[in-house]
Every structure is written in C-alpha cells, then in structure tokens.
C-alpha cells in the first residue's frame, strides 16, 4: 500500500488500539435533516473531541463544520435517491468526484453498493469507478453494505456483500452485526466496522459493539445510537471506551449513565440559577 493511502487510514485507524470509532452524520444525503442533526454543527461539535473520523456529505461539512478542525473526514461520494423514493431507494451514483474529496482534504470516501438489489450492478460499476480514482491519489474507499430495508440480514449476506467489497477493491468494510459475524470478519481480506442502525436503547447499541469487536470488527461507523441518545456525549464516550479500552457493556454504560447524569444536573442548576437571582432582587 502506498505511503499516503497508509497514512490516511492510520489518522482514522488508530495505530496503538487498531481500532477506530467513526461518527457517521452523512445521513441527510437521503434523509434530509434527520432527527438528532437539523443543526448539524450543534449536534456533532461536542463529539468530535471522542470520534476518530467524522463521516458526512461535502455540502455538511462545507455548510456546518468549522475548517480548522482536527478530524480526519471520511467522505460520503454516493448517493442519488430519497427516502421518499422506496422503490429506487440507495439505487446509489457518483454524487461526489475525487478532486472535491481532495480539495476538502477527505482521508476516507464512502460509497454505497446494494448487493442483491435490483440495481446492484449500477452501484458496483459506480462504486469501482471510484475506486480506480481514490486510489490514483492514495485516498483509501469505505464501503457501505446492506443499507436498506430489503437487504437481508444475515451472516450469509453480509458475508457476501462484505467480501465482494473488499475484492472490488474497497479498503475497509461497512456492514451490520449479526449473530455468526465472525464469519464476516474471517472472509473479509481488509477491516470491518459496524454500523448502529436504527435507534435502540444504549444498553443493547453497546451489546452490538461489543459483540462486534469481539467478533473481529475494528470499530463501529455509528450514527443514530450516539446522536439520537439522550446524552450523545455520554454514549460517544461509552462506545469508545467499548472499542478502544475493551470495555464491557456493563463499563460501558457506567460512563453513559456518568456523563448523562452530570449533564442532567448541570442542566437543573443552570435552570435554578436565574431564580435565585430573582429572588435576592
Ligand atoms: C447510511 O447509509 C449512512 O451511511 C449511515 O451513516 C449509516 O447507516 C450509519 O449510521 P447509523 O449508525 O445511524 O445506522
């Protein structure tokens, strides 16, 4: 692997755990301002300082990340249908070249191929084209798989979406946990990772971490289950103690229930302090 394609995925893979917590906030590339991120700035702001690469559309971070960041950006480069559109949707294209993804300094591109759809073939010619032009510039490509609601969930597929990813030349896998998810792991040449999927309680979003890493993966690309928490910060820092730190889900939620509960009564005193004031007029 060329020198700056392994410098790029060592800013996101950290070399001393050879793990990686991505924050996944892309989704209004289909979703529009799904909830947790209609002000994308506000939402993701105080997470960055726990996630180890941010993953979103160029018009997010164009539009809602200050440029002096210090986060590696993982770019979304597909895209083309709605959630409106149920029948096509993720029936996915280029929607981002490679020469944006530079100029907006992208350590990563991310792009979609539906396995097993109707329109797979598009996505994988898609998705190969983009492959063949990261790669001219050391850009290193993850590859989204199984998004959708008719993906079927299982070992078998995610196998087979998974390897196929890597042997069309993607560098690091995204996929879903599911029971057996060692075998993904063990077929797959290059890195997993997991994503969260639809909100669910904390508790059960760390299990699936958990199981994940033990199973193999390298990390999660989790989205929904940090920023749609009642405290993101609380399960930021959870999940990362779970991917990093090898965490148990019970430690884990320790540092959830921690951070909410501090920011629970923060939120009270700030709320009182006005009164008090009015109180001494
Ligand atoms: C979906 O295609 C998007 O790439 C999301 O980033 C991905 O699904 C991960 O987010 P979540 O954990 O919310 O599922």
Known sequence: MDWGKQNRISSIIKPD??????????HGYFMGPTSGLE??????????????????????????????VRIPITLRVSGGTSILNKEAMLHEGIVCNVEDAIRLNASCVAFSILVGAEYERDTI?????????????????????????????DARYMGLASRMGAELGADIIKTYYVPGFDKVVESCPVPVVIAGGKKIPEKAALEIARNAIDSGAIGVDMGRNIFQSTSPVGMIQAVRAVVHKGASVKEGLEIFKSVRDKEAGKAIKAKAKPKKARAKK
């Open 125 to 153: 010619l898609a998705f190969t084209e983009v492959i063949d032009e990261a790669t001219a510039y050391g850009i290193p490509i993850l590859c989204v798989t199984a998004v959708g609601r008719e993906m079927a969930r």
């Open 17 to 26: 755990t050879g793990k990686t917590v991505m924050l996944a906030v892309d």
């Open 39 to 68: 002000k994308l700035d506000e939402a993701v702001n105080p997470l960055i300082p726990y996630a180890d690469t941010l993953m979103l559309t160029r018009g997010a971070l164009r539009y809602y990340i200050d440029p002096g």
